[in-house]
């Protein structure tokens, strides 16, 4: 009696989903209508809007060339990309429209301008309009505590819709890795669309972090620590990786700055046949005017570290490794060493993390041994590399590494992270020579840079012409070969 009652209730059920079927599917189908209709119609508004904006004056039509590029005002080395390539760009399309839209909403266009000329002596042929965003706070980690990734992602998705609703380009360039905005600026604004690729949002090494149950600055201690929450985690992490390959794959043009990068992109976008290595222009030519021999006009030894202010650089090993240098036994023989941070600042979360590390120094006992200068000219910052002996970089799997790039042109003698760019890329040997080192741990740093300061001028200054002769392939001539070269299909 009770199974046949089970069945009888089993069956009804069955038939109440099934009369739910078509009515269900019929919702769907017109909800799915009606939000292709109104996809089509901002679609169709917005390439009259195009058509409004690439007519000039005298109504001839101009391709309008756009990089997305919020934080276009800091100093580091997207940055130097972003205005190389408009340089470049502007020299072989001048009668181009060239726009960039940016967050940095406290300054004015000609202010970004001069800031580019002054760090990275920079001077664009051909004027540039600003198109300022005001939500770029959508974008900024300190708003999303936990699920980051996704948070920024989906606020850059909101980010590139105030972009588009104030100028639709014919070619859209994102020069800063927000991918998310990819399908909005192709499928909705109709443009061409390129990506220049720093670092990937999620990589196959974020991955194994979180399945390895590894402490680092992205995977927290107390998820580490338990199971379940670790397997939560990587679940978000791949179903985001999913999502990351579906987005990227939107380009028509990829370019990544390493092979590192290279790598990861392939595998998670999956599109090779438009993806080239495009190495970032570093000011070489600027640093080889060095001379040398003679190098230094103060006694002691400087170190000198290039990199912004943020989280992934790991500016605090670098503090911890100096301070047991300065512990060793051999550094009593040896001059006086002073270690100085140059980066650029974007926001308050970085002007705080440099008050942290002023406060790590302090409790190691060798804040009068430790500089910090933030947003310095670029005269300064040539300063700084001439005196310097080694530079210093700590990233763990930096996508390229434009200061170490400039260090090694510069002639300090380089001590770079053992991953990423620096060592598949950068720090390699030249015609068999050494162009400088690699090391990991507090340990390795310390003992890495007492063996540096052991040497002899003579041996450093072999390490110095090596490294020096091998930067040419990362000047800013190559870069714009290569970028122009890429992108051409952008503009057929």
């Known amino acids: 009696m009770a199974t046949t009652k089970g069945g009888w209730c089993l069956c009804e059920l069955l038939r109440f989903f099934y009369s739910l079927f078509l009515p269900g599917l019929t919702v769907c189908g017109t909800l799915c209508v009606c939000l292709f209709i109104i996809l089509w119609g901002i679609r169709l508004l917005l390439q009259r809007k195009k058509a409004s904006v690439s007519t000039s004056k005298n109504e001839k039509k101009q391709m309008v060339v756009a990089f997305f590029h919020p934080y276009c005002n800091a100093g580091g080395g997207g940055e130097r990309v972003l205005w190389c390539a408009l340089r470049a760009l502007q020299k072989k399309y001048p009668e181009a429209v060239y726009v960039v839209y940016t967050g940095d909403v406290n300054v004015s266009g000609q202010q970004i301008l001069e800031g580019a000329f002054r760090r990275f002596n920079i001077r664009l042929t051909h004027p540039v309009k600003f198109v300022f965003l005001r ?278 003698v380089i001590l770079a992270h053992n991953s990423g760019g620096p060592k598949l890329d950068i720090v390699v040997p030249h015609h068999g020579g050494r162009t400088g080192f690699l090391a990991e741990s507090e340990d390795g740093y310390a003992e890495t840079m007492a063996h540096i300061l052991s040497m002899s001028e003579e041996e450093r200054l072999q390490i110095r012409s090596s490294a020096r002769a091998s930067v040419s392939r990362f000047s800013d001539q190559e870069f714009e070969l290569a970028f122009l070269s890429s992108v051409e299909n952008l503009f057929k």
């Not at 800063?176 to 192709?186: D, I, N, R, S, V």
């Not at 640093?287 to 650089?313: A, C, Y």
């Open 135 to 412: 939500k770029r706070y959508l974008v900024e980690d300190s708003l999303y505590p936990h699920f980051t990734l996704l948070g920024q992602s989906l606020g850059s998705i909101l980010l590139g819709w105030e972009a588009l609703m104030q100028c639709v380009p014919d070619v859209y360039i994102d020069s800063m890795g927000y991918a998310f905005t990819l399908p909005l600026f192709k499928y909705l604004g109709g443009c061409r669309i390129g990506s220049y690729v720093h670092y990937p949002t999620i990589s196959t090494d974020m991955l194994s972090v979180v399945k390895n149950q590894n402490v680092g600055f992205n995977n927290a201690a107390f998820i580490t620590r338990n199971p379940l929450l670790s397997k939560v985690k990587l679940i978000y992490y791949y179903l985001f990786a999913f999502v990351y390959g579906l987005v990227g794959s939107c380009s028509d043009v990829v370019m990544v700055n390493s092979s590192w990068t290279l790598s990861h992109i392939l595998s998670l976008w999956k599109v090779g046949n438009c993806t080239n290595i495009v190495y970032p222009p570093c000011d070489v030519q600027t640093f080889l005017e060095i001379p040398l021999r003679d190098k230094k006009t103060t006694p002691g030894h400087l170190l000198v570290s290039i990199g912004q202010f943020r989280p992934e650089k790991n500016h605090p090993l670098q503090i911890k490794a100096f301070a047991k240098l300065l512990n060793k036994k051999v550094a009593e023989s040896l001059p006086s060493l002073k270690l100085v941070l140059i980066g650029g600042c974007r926001n308050q979360d970085d002007e705080l993390r440099v008050n942290q590390l002023r406060r790590l120094s302090e409790d190691l006992g060798i804040q009068e041994d430790v500089e910090f200068k933030m947003n310095i000219p670029f005269d300064e910052l040539k300063n700084y590399l001439s005196e310097a002996t080694i530079g210093l970089h700590t990233m763990w799997n930096e996508h390229f590494g434009i200061g170490v790039v400039e260090c090694m042109a510069a002639g300090t």
